[in-house]
């Protein structure tokens, strides 16, 4: 069988796959603190399941080009790790492995049938990632599509983990969320409790609560923005909108509708914007197809 490998900082999910379809999956702690231990618990597991194994996929936080991980914020033993060739050291089967903005991006693409997309996923952070006839783009240094970072504020001046003012992450995402509540919680009246969730936002403005309306207003007015930015650069067929956050449906995508229209030139008012339907299969599903296409 095929395996996807999608790495993140606590947990790695692991997926079958015979014939496309996704037959098993499991997740391995992640609390390693070394290259050999991850890679040896990651392969120990599949050897468990399957003595043949065809291919492996992996995606991973960070910075990536050619399987080369040049940075991950929250991996720092991997930083300057060619994975590829750390797995293929252990394992004689295709391995490929890409960041996992591109990797979800890929699968979506992959599941409905799409060359041209854009792919936004809205969690801790904003992160994306683009599919050009069919295959996916990592830029020169691997930072093609990180959108999260492209500068859309000058009204808050809130500081990004990256170093930066304004960026896209500041005000949407999780910690953009965040932000903006603190920022108009004396302005506005709100049922919002101070240990709040992103979930209880949304669900709250959809009620028209006066602070949580506010927020998402500025949440999507900005993500809009973003999106008409970068669709007038890469012209994509489709904007997929994945990641957590996503699950606020069709007030969410609404909204983010309204402002992209608001903001993007006459040309893209035809590009599609959808929400993602593999979830958090997405990344294994990326990675299993990304393995199994360079095999031809």
């Known amino acids: 069988m ?32 070394s290259l050999d231990t991850m890679v040896d618990n990651i392969l120990n597991s599949i050897k468990k399941q399957d003595s043949e194994i065809l291919g492996i996929g992996i995606d991973c936080p960070g910075f990536i080009t050619n399987n080369l991980v040049r940075s991950s914020a929250n991996l720092h033993f991997l930083d300057g790790i060619d994975l590829k060739q750390a797995f293929s050291k252990k394992v004689k089967c295709p391995v490929r492995v890409i960041n996992d903005a591109n990797c979800h991006a890929f699968g979506e693409a992959k599941a409905k049938n799409l060359d041209n997309i854009m792919f ?39 500081r990004c983990g990256c170093g ?21 919680r004396s302005n506005y009246p709100t049922k919002l409790e101070i240990d709040f969730t992103v979930k209880d ?39 997929i909108i994945g990641g957590g956050i996503s699950m606020a ?22 590009t599609k914007i959808i929400l993602a339907s593999l979830g958090s299969e997405a990344g294994m599903y990326g990675a299993y197809y990304l393995v199994k296409d360079s095999k031809k």
């Open 2 to 33: 095929y395996y996807g490998i999608d790495i993140g900082g606590t947990t790695a999910k692991i997926g079958a796959f015979k014939d496309d379809k996704l037959i098993k999956t499991w997740t391995i702690d992640m609390h390693v603190d």
């Open 120 to 158: 936004i996923t809205l969690g801790t952070g904003v992160g994306g990632g683009f599919v050009l006839g069919g295959q996916v783009l990592e830029g020169a240094f691997g930072s093609f599509m990180e959108i999260g970072h492209m500068h859309v504020d000058d009204d808050y001046n809130f």
């Open 164 to 184: 930066q003012i304004g960026c896209l992450e500041t005000v949407c995402g999780q910690k953009g969320v965040h932000n903006l509540v603190n920022y108009y």
């Open 201 to 239: 936002v949304f669900d709250l403005a959809k009620l028209n609560d006066p602070l949580a309306y506010k927020v998402v207003e500025v949440f999507t007015d900005k993500l809009g923005l973003a999106l008409a930015n970068a669709a007038i650069i890469i012209n994509p067929q489709t904007i």
């Open 249 to 270: 449906g069709e007030f969410l995508l609404k909204k983010v509708k309204s402002a992209f229209l608001k903001y993007a030139n006459e040309n893209l008012h035809e």
